[in-house]
Protein backbone atom coordinates (compact mmCIF):
# COMPACT_ATOMS: atom_id res chain seq x y z
CA UNK A 1 0.00 0.00 0.00
CA UNK A 2 1.29 4.03 -0.29
CA UNK A 3 1.14 4.29 3.56
CA UNK A 4 4.99 5.92 3.60
CA UNK A 5 3.87 8.29 0.37
CA UNK A 6 0.61 9.22 2.15
CA UNK A 7 2.37 9.63 5.78
CA UNK A 8 4.28 13.02 3.63
CA UNK A 9 0.89 14.35 3.17
CA UNK A 10 -1.03 14.23 6.22
CA UNK A 11 -4.12 14.70 6.29
CA UNK A 12 -5.07 17.85 8.38
CA UNK A 13 -8.45 20.27 8.48
CA UNK A 14 -9.83 23.84 7.76
CA UNK A 15 -12.40 25.77 9.27
CA UNK A 16 -14.80 27.45 6.75
CA UNK A 17 -18.34 29.23 5.81
CA UNK A 18 -19.26 25.62 5.18
CA UNK A 19 -17.89 24.01 8.02
CA UNK A 20 -14.52 21.55 8.95
CA UNK A 21 -13.41 20.27 5.39
CA UNK A 22 -10.20 17.73 5.46
CA UNK A 23 -7.34 17.95 3.05
CA UNK A 24 -4.51 17.15 1.96
CA UNK A 25 -1.82 19.20 0.52
CA UNK A 26 1.27 18.77 -1.43
CA UNK A 27 3.86 21.80 -3.66
CA UNK A 28 3.67 25.31 -3.39
CA UNK A 29 1.95 27.99 -4.97
CA UNK A 30 4.51 29.47 -8.17
CA UNK A 31 3.33 32.06 -10.82
CA UNK A 32 3.90 30.20 -13.75
CA UNK A 33 1.92 27.40 -12.36
CA UNK A 34 -1.68 26.69 -11.76
CA UNK A 35 -3.07 24.98 -8.80
CA UNK A 36 -4.72 21.73 -9.33
CA UNK A 37 -7.34 20.45 -7.08
CA UNK A 38 -8.73 17.27 -7.01
CA UNK A 39 -12.15 16.06 -5.61
CA UNK A 40 -12.56 12.15 -5.14
CA UNK A 41 -15.59 9.50 -6.22
CA UNK A 42 -18.07 8.35 -3.52
CA UNK A 43 -16.45 5.32 -2.22
CA UNK A 44 -13.27 7.07 -1.73
CA UNK A 45 -11.17 9.95 -0.53
CA UNK A 46 -8.32 12.86 -0.19
CA UNK A 47 -5.76 9.94 0.24
CA UNK A 48 -6.74 8.17 -3.01
CA UNK A 49 -4.92 10.48 -4.95
CA UNK A 50 -1.56 10.40 -2.62
CA UNK A 51 0.23 9.03 -6.26
CA UNK A 52 -0.52 12.07 -7.77
CA UNK A 53 0.24 14.22 -5.03
CA UNK A 54 3.44 12.82 -4.84
CA UNK A 55 4.52 13.51 -8.60
CA UNK A 56 3.05 16.79 -9.26
CA UNK A 57 4.18 18.45 -6.13
CA UNK A 58 7.36 19.54 -7.89
CA UNK A 59 5.77 22.00 -10.03
CA UNK A 60 2.49 23.53 -8.42
CA UNK A 61 0.31 23.22 -5.52
CA UNK A 62 -1.94 20.30 -5.55
CA UNK A 63 -4.99 19.78 -3.26
CA UNK A 64 -7.11 16.44 -2.37
CA UNK A 65 -9.79 17.50 -0.20
CA UNK A 66 -12.55 15.32 1.75
CA UNK A 67 -16.12 15.62 0.26
CA UNK A 68 -18.40 16.61 2.56
CA UNK A 69 -19.62 13.65 4.73
CA UNK A 70 -16.35 12.28 4.00
CA UNK A 71 -13.26 11.89 6.59
CA UNK A 72 -13.56 15.07 8.95
CA UNK A 73 -15.31 17.01 6.37
CA UNK A 74 -19.18 18.48 7.63
CA UNK A 75 -21.85 17.00 6.11
CA UNK A 76 -24.55 18.99 3.70
CA UNK A 77 -27.30 20.52 5.06
CA UNK A 78 -29.92 18.29 2.75
CA UNK A 79 -30.27 14.83 3.32
CA UNK A 80 -31.24 14.43 -0.23
CA UNK A 81 -28.20 17.38 -1.52
CA UNK A 82 -28.16 18.51 -5.20
CA UNK A 83 -24.58 19.09 -7.08
CA UNK A 84 -24.85 23.05 -5.53
CA UNK A 85 -24.35 22.01 -2.02
CA UNK A 86 -21.76 20.69 -2.76
CA UNK A 87 -20.31 23.03 -4.80
CA UNK A 88 -21.16 25.77 -2.02
CA UNK A 89 -19.07 23.70 0.53
CA UNK A 90 -15.64 23.70 -2.11
CA UNK A 91 -16.17 27.15 -2.56
CA UNK A 92 -15.94 27.85 0.99
CA UNK A 93 -12.88 25.16 1.43
CA UNK A 94 -10.80 27.34 -1.48
CA UNK A 95 -11.28 30.61 0.16
CA UNK A 96 -10.09 29.16 3.25
CA UNK A 97 -7.19 27.44 1.82
CA UNK A 98 -6.16 31.06 -0.74
CA UNK A 99 -7.01 29.52 -4.06
CA UNK A 100 -8.61 32.01 -6.02
CA UNK A 101 -8.47 30.08 -9.48
CA UNK A 102 -7.25 26.46 -10.73
CA UNK A 103 -7.14 23.77 -12.57
CA UNK A 104 -10.36 21.28 -11.24
CA UNK A 105 -9.95 17.62 -11.60
CA UNK A 106 -13.10 15.56 -10.80
CA UNK A 107 -13.60 11.81 -10.63
CA UNK A 108 -16.77 9.96 -11.09
CA UNK A 109 -18.85 11.84 -8.70
CA UNK A 110 -16.35 13.89 -7.74
CA UNK A 111 -17.08 15.32 -11.73
CA UNK A 112 -20.48 16.25 -10.95
CA UNK A 113 -19.20 18.46 -7.84
CA UNK A 114 -16.29 20.01 -10.17
CA UNK A 115 -18.97 20.67 -13.27
CA UNK A 116 -21.94 22.19 -10.74
CA UNK A 117 -18.83 24.48 -9.66
CA UNK A 118 -17.45 25.56 -12.71
CA UNK A 119 -21.23 26.50 -13.97
CA UNK A 120 -21.70 28.38 -11.03
CA UNK A 121 -18.04 30.03 -11.01
CA UNK A 122 -16.85 29.91 -14.22
CA UNK A 123 -14.00 32.70 -13.22
CA UNK A 124 -12.50 30.48 -10.58
CA UNK A 125 -12.02 27.33 -12.85
CA UNK A 126 -8.81 27.81 -15.12
CA UNK A 127 -9.56 23.84 -16.94
CA UNK A 128 -11.86 21.47 -15.95
CA UNK A 129 -10.87 17.92 -16.43
CA UNK A 130 -13.32 15.38 -15.75
CA UNK A 131 -11.87 11.75 -15.44
CA UNK A 132 -14.65 8.65 -15.48
CA UNK A 133 -17.26 11.18 -14.97
CA UNK A 134 -20.44 10.11 -13.22
CA UNK A 135 -23.16 11.53 -15.29
CA UNK A 136 -25.91 11.53 -12.92
CA UNK A 137 -29.45 10.65 -13.17
CA UNK A 138 -30.81 14.20 -13.22
CA UNK A 139 -32.37 14.08 -16.36
CA UNK A 140 -34.03 10.32 -16.59
CA UNK A 141 -37.74 9.55 -14.92
CA UNK A 142 -38.39 9.65 -11.20
CA UNK A 143 -38.81 5.87 -11.40
CA UNK A 144 -34.84 5.22 -12.41
CA UNK A 145 -33.91 7.91 -9.91
CA UNK A 146 -35.70 6.65 -7.22
CA UNK A 147 -34.33 2.99 -7.93
CA UNK A 148 -30.69 3.56 -8.80
CA UNK A 149 -30.61 5.29 -5.55
CA UNK A 150 -32.81 3.11 -3.28
CA UNK A 151 -30.21 0.24 -4.54
CA UNK A 152 -27.22 1.40 -3.51
CA UNK A 153 -28.74 2.90 -0.28
CA UNK A 154 -29.92 -1.16 0.30
CA UNK A 155 -26.25 -2.38 -0.57
CA UNK A 156 -24.84 0.62 1.86
CA UNK A 157 -27.35 -0.17 4.69
CA UNK A 158 -26.41 -4.49 4.44
CA UNK A 159 -22.98 -4.48 4.00
CA UNK A 160 -21.35 -1.09 5.82
CA UNK A 161 -18.15 0.23 4.11
CA UNK A 162 -15.88 -3.14 5.15
CA UNK A 163 -18.52 -4.91 3.37
CA UNK A 164 -18.35 -2.31 0.07
CA UNK A 165 -14.90 -2.65 0.47
CA UNK A 166 -14.60 -6.32 0.30
CA UNK A 167 -17.60 -6.81 -2.28
CA UNK A 168 -17.07 -3.43 -4.37
CA UNK A 169 -13.44 -2.44 -4.84
CA UNK A 170 -12.86 -4.87 -7.49
CA UNK A 171 -15.53 -3.20 -9.82
CA UNK A 172 -13.28 -0.40 -9.65
CA UNK A 173 -10.00 -1.92 -11.61
CA UNK A 174 -9.16 -3.45 -14.40
CA UNK A 175 -8.14 -7.27 -14.77
CA UNK A 176 -4.20 -5.72 -15.64
CA UNK A 177 -4.36 -4.18 -11.47
CA UNK A 178 -1.70 -4.95 -9.20
CA UNK A 179 -2.57 -6.52 -5.81
CA UNK A 180 -0.96 -2.89 -4.44
CA UNK A 181 -3.68 -1.13 -6.36
CA UNK A 182 -6.59 -3.31 -5.15
CA UNK A 183 -5.59 -3.11 -1.72
CA UNK A 184 -5.22 0.57 -1.62
CA UNK A 185 -9.12 1.25 -3.48
CA UNK A 186 -10.52 -1.12 -0.68
CA UNK A 187 -8.72 0.52 2.36
CA UNK A 188 -9.78 3.85 0.86
CA UNK A 189 -13.49 2.78 0.28
CA UNK A 190 -13.51 1.19 4.08
CA UNK A 191 -12.91 4.26 5.90
CA UNK A 192 -16.26 5.94 4.02
CA UNK A 193 -18.66 7.41 6.72
CA UNK A 194 -22.38 5.67 5.83
CA UNK A 195 -24.18 8.80 6.35
CA UNK A 196 -21.47 11.09 4.11
CA UNK A 197 -22.33 7.81 1.47
CA UNK A 198 -26.37 8.29 1.58
CA UNK A 199 -25.85 11.96 0.96
CA UNK A 200 -23.68 11.33 -1.84
CA UNK A 201 -26.09 8.70 -3.20
CA UNK A 202 -28.58 10.84 -3.23
CA UNK A 203 -26.21 13.57 -5.11
CA UNK A 204 -25.96 11.19 -7.63
CA UNK A 205 -29.48 10.37 -8.34
CA UNK A 206 -30.20 14.20 -8.57
CA UNK A 207 -27.47 15.13 -10.41
CA UNK A 208 -27.37 16.14 -13.97
CA UNK A 209 -23.49 16.95 -14.92
CA UNK A 210 -24.43 17.20 -19.34
CA UNK A 211 -26.34 19.69 -18.09
CA UNK A 212 -23.81 21.59 -16.44
CA UNK A 213 -21.35 20.75 -18.39
CA UNK A 214 -23.14 22.67 -21.06
CA UNK A 215 -23.21 26.34 -18.66
CA UNK A 216 -19.21 26.13 -18.53
CA UNK A 217 -17.32 27.66 -21.63
CA UNK A 218 -13.58 26.94 -20.23
CA UNK A 219 -10.95 24.63 -21.04
CA UNK A 220 -12.69 21.07 -20.21
CA UNK A 221 -11.12 17.66 -21.09
CA UNK A 222 -12.77 14.00 -20.38
CA UNK A 223 -11.22 10.93 -19.88
CA UNK A 224 -12.05 7.28 -19.08
CA UNK A 225 -10.22 4.36 -18.47
CA UNK A 226 -10.91 1.39 -21.79
CA UNK A 227 -11.94 -1.16 -19.19
CA UNK A 228 -13.90 1.01 -16.65
CA UNK A 229 -16.84 -1.37 -15.99
CA UNK A 230 -18.67 1.75 -13.69
CA UNK A 231 -18.58 4.63 -16.26
CA UNK A 232 -17.47 2.92 -20.08
CA UNK A 233 -16.38 4.82 -22.70
CA UNK A 234 -19.96 4.83 -23.76
CA UNK A 235 -21.30 6.36 -20.69
CA UNK A 236 -18.73 9.20 -21.01
CA UNK A 237 -19.14 9.79 -24.24
CA UNK A 238 -22.62 11.96 -23.91
CA UNK A 239 -20.54 14.16 -21.35
CA UNK A 240 -17.45 14.84 -23.93
CA UNK A 241 -19.90 15.56 -26.39
CA UNK A 242 -21.50 18.22 -24.10
CA UNK A 243 -18.36 19.50 -23.42
CA UNK A 244 -17.35 19.67 -27.03
CA UNK A 245 -14.11 18.00 -26.79
CA UNK A 246 -13.25 15.08 -27.91
CA UNK A 247 -13.61 11.66 -25.32
CA UNK A 248 -9.49 10.45 -24.59
CA UNK A 249 -9.33 6.21 -23.74
CA UNK A 250 -6.84 5.36 -21.09
CA UNK A 251 -5.70 1.77 -22.04
CA UNK A 252 -5.67 -1.00 -19.46
CA UNK A 253 -7.25 1.23 -17.28
CA UNK A 254 -10.67 0.89 -15.10
CA UNK A 255 -13.26 3.49 -13.51
CA UNK A 256 -10.05 4.14 -10.28
CA UNK A 257 -7.62 3.97 -13.60
CA UNK A 258 -5.53 7.40 -11.18
CA UNK A 259 -4.72 4.30 -8.59
CA UNK A 260 -3.51 1.61 -10.73
CA UNK A 261 -2.16 3.54 -13.67
CA UNK A 262 -1.32 6.76 -11.53
CA UNK A 263 1.93 7.35 -13.92
CA UNK A 264 -0.62 7.31 -17.11
CA UNK A 265 -3.35 9.78 -15.34
CA UNK A 266 -0.69 12.08 -13.60
CA UNK A 267 0.74 12.95 -16.71
CA UNK A 268 -2.70 13.48 -18.68
CA UNK A 269 -3.36 15.86 -15.69
CA UNK A 270 0.53 17.59 -16.10
CA UNK A 271 -0.51 17.73 -19.86
CA UNK A 272 -3.78 18.93 -19.23
CA UNK A 273 -2.07 21.74 -16.78
CA UNK A 274 0.81 22.50 -18.97
CA UNK A 275 -1.66 23.13 -21.81
CA UNK A 276 -3.37 25.90 -20.00
CA UNK A 277 -0.91 27.42 -18.84
CA UNK A 278 1.71 27.86 -21.94
CA UNK A 279 -1.47 30.47 -22.95
CA UNK A 280 -0.74 32.46 -19.32
CA UNK A 281 0.42 35.65 -19.24
CA UNK A 282 1.41 37.29 -15.83
CA UNK A 283 -0.48 34.15 -14.19
CA UNK A 284 -3.27 34.69 -15.91
CA UNK A 285 -4.84 32.32 -18.74
CA UNK A 286 -5.27 33.80 -21.94
Not at 9 to 16: A, K, N, S
Not at 93 to 122: E, N, Q, Y
Not at 264 to 271: G, K, M, N, Q, R
Request: net charge neutral.
Amino acid sequence: MNIETLARFPDTHIDTAHGITGYREAGASHPRTLPVVLLHGIGSGAASWVRQLDVLAAKRRVLAWDAPGYGVSTRVTDESPVARDYANALSAWLDAIGVDRCVLVGHSLGAIIAGSFAARAPGRVAGLLLISPAAGYGAASKQLRESKRDARLKMLNELGPQGLARERSANMLSPYADETAREWVRWNMARVVPEGYAQATHLLANADLAADIARFHGRIAVAVGAEDAITPPAACAPIAQAAHVSLQVIPRAGHAGYVESPAAYTALIDSFCQGIECHMKDGVPQ
